[in-house]
């Protein structure tokens, strides 16, 4: 089976930076996906790992460590439209993903 | 590029009924999945295809569940004698194929059983 974790609820002030974990424990690895929901929508998608180190996007970056089996989403410079779940997702062996829980950030003014 | 579009967006019926969900993937994606949501947990993996084959069905679809993808392109998804523990967000999501995995999810159709 998968097994992906991440922490519930995170809270935030504007224009701070907030960092959200992620490990995995799962049956193979081919990749390490972000995604943001905004309450009553779609996930999007955010970022794709497939190699250790860093991804920078603009103000999100992700991170993975596929030896410790470990990532983080970086949100820099929050806005208060930041303020979502965010999805933490491994592809093991075929094309399906596996999807933490959500971790629902809420960025305070 | 119109993105992943799902019909109805909101469906409410009575247990037992039938229902039946479409979605239409972002045109020239050839992998197509579907995604069952409830409150406070991520999407969990129903089924995909690739083009019109279906490659892989979760565990979690019973035999009241069933999946198709006629023509490669838009899918649908009928929930038979629907039960109350149906009740969720059915997502679906669409990815390129050819060594890009990155899927595209759709508004997604919330099912309430009453």
């Known amino acids: 089976g998968q097994n992906i974790d991440q922490p519930t609820e995170m809270t935030a002030t504007e224009g701070a930076i907030v960092q959200i974990n992620c490990t995995y424990q799962?049956?193979?690895?081919?990749?390490l996906f972000w995604y943001q929901q905004h309450a009553g929508e779609a996930p999007t998608f955010l970022s794709y790992?497939?190699?250790?180190g860093l991804e920078e996007k603009g103000r999100f970056s992700s991170f993975l460590s596929r030896s410790k089996g470990y990532s983080y989403l970086l949100l820099k410079e929050l806005q208060m439209k930041d303020s979502a779940s965010f999805l933490c997702?491994?592809?093991?062996?075929?094309?399906?993903?596996?999807f933490g829980a959500g971790t629902t950030v809420t960025v305070r003014a | 590029d119109t993105g992943v579009s799902q019909d109805p967006r909101h469906k409410i019926t009575k247990r037992g009924q039938n229902v039946t969900f479409r979605c239409d993937p972002i045109?020239?994606?050839?992998?197509l999945y579907w995604y069952r949501q409830t409150l406070g947990q991520g999407p969990e993996f129903l089924t995909y295809?690739?083009?019109?084959?279906?490659?892989?069905k979760s565990r979690l679809l019973s035999d009241r569940f069933s999946a198709e993808r006629p023509k490669g392109s838009f899918s649908t998804l009928e929930i038979q004698r629907t039960e109350q523990g149906d009740s969720a967000m059915y997502l679906c999501?669409?990815?390129?194929?050819?060594?890009?995995?990155?899927?595209?999810f759709g508004p997604g159709t919330r099912l309430t059983v009453t």
């Open positions: 799962t049956s193979g690895f081919n990749g």
């Open positions: 295809f690739q083009n019109e084959a279906q490659l892989e």
């Open positions: 790992n497939v190699l250790d």
């Open positions: 045109s020239e994606h050839n992998r």
């Open positions: 997702a491994v592809r093991a062996n075929d094309y399906k993903l596996s």
């Open positions: 999501a669409s990815s390129p194929g050819g060594g890009k995995y990155e899927q595209y």
